[in-house]
């Protein structure tokens, strides 16, 4: 199995990185799944990260009805921008403590990246609307 399938099969067991697990993990029943938040080097720290985020959770609380929003988060500045935002800590393994099953360890180029967390925060419940503006259940 190559490292990437490695990877991926110890976040699902170990990490419980999977949609139905971590719904069972916060009694609900929709969860979205925030996979992947990235900005270049050349543009951090003028708040890219942050509207991106808040955005998306704006989509899961109107349009996707999601009662928590849940992200595996890699890095130090995604971690800081969730953190910041309200969101709670479900899991943290660090880099150094992810082996595989004969103890390899599985990333070894993890840069200033030191641990993977794993970040919720449930949603305010929102009313849909329909095209004439009224509210739908």
């Not at 991926?8 to 990490?15: I, K, P």
């Not at 890219?48 to 988060?73: D, I, K, V, W």
């Not at 180029?109 to 949603?123: D, N, V």
């Amino acid at each position: 199995m190559d490292d990437s399938l490695r990877y991926l099969e110890f976040m699902r067991r170990v990490y419980r990185y999977d949609p139905h697990l971590v719904m069972e993990d916060l009694g609900v029943g929709s969860v979205f799944f925030g996979d992947v938040l990235c900005v270049a080097a050349t543009h951090r720290g003028i708040g890219l990260g942050t509207a991106l985020l808040l955005q998306s959770m704006r989509l899961a609380e109107e349009r996707e009805r999601c009662q928590a929003y849940f992200a595996g988060l890699s890095s130090v500045y995604s971690q800081r921008i969730f953190l910041e935002q309200g969101f709670g800590r479900l899991r943290e393994l660090a880099y150094a403590d992810m082996k595989d099953c004969y103890g390899a360890q599985l990333l070894t180029r993890t840069g200033e990246h030191r641990t993977a967390l794993a970040a919720f925060k449930m949603l305010k419940k929102k009313k849909r609307t329909d095209a004439a503006g009224s509210a739908a259940s």
